[in-house]
């Protein structure tokens, strides 16, 4: 039996629809995704509107744009332990911690970010 790999442009093809494909699933059933993306979109115009420089206004959007992307991955690691099991298990709580925690370390350094930027 043969299997096709996908190569190209419709490897390039496939990927984007899946990715588009899990930022809908994000959206739909993640209320911290939503609530994240809800703040990306006032906080990447103000700092587009600010008078910053470019390197200050890189970081201040990447700052942010981390926040969403530590979140989906969070995401996908409690939706991974989910899909194992509801009972509770020793290993699936610290995995689900951890998420937690690096999105709470991209929510602070954001913050820092900000703050330095805005305060110097």
Wanted: proline content about 1%; charged content about 20%.
């Amino acid at each position: 039996m043969t299997v096709e790999k996908n190569t190209g442009l419709t490897r390039i093809i496939k990927a984007g629809y899946y990715s588009l494909k899990g930022m809908h699933h994000a959206f739909k059933y993640e209320a911290a995704f939503r609530q994240e993306l809800l703040l990306a979109c006032i906080f990447i115009p103000l700092a587009c509107y600010l008078d910053t420089s470019t390197v200050e206004r890189i970081l201040m959007i990447s700052s942010i744009v981390l926040v969403i992307i530590v979140e989906l991955l969070n995401s996908a690691v409690e939706a991974v332990v989910d899909r194992i099991g509801f009972e509770l298990h020793e290993l699936a709580g610290r995995a689900k911690d951890l998420g937690s925690a690096a999105v709470f370390v991209a929510l602070g350094l954001a913050i820092y970010v900000w703050l330095e930027v805005l305060l110097s």
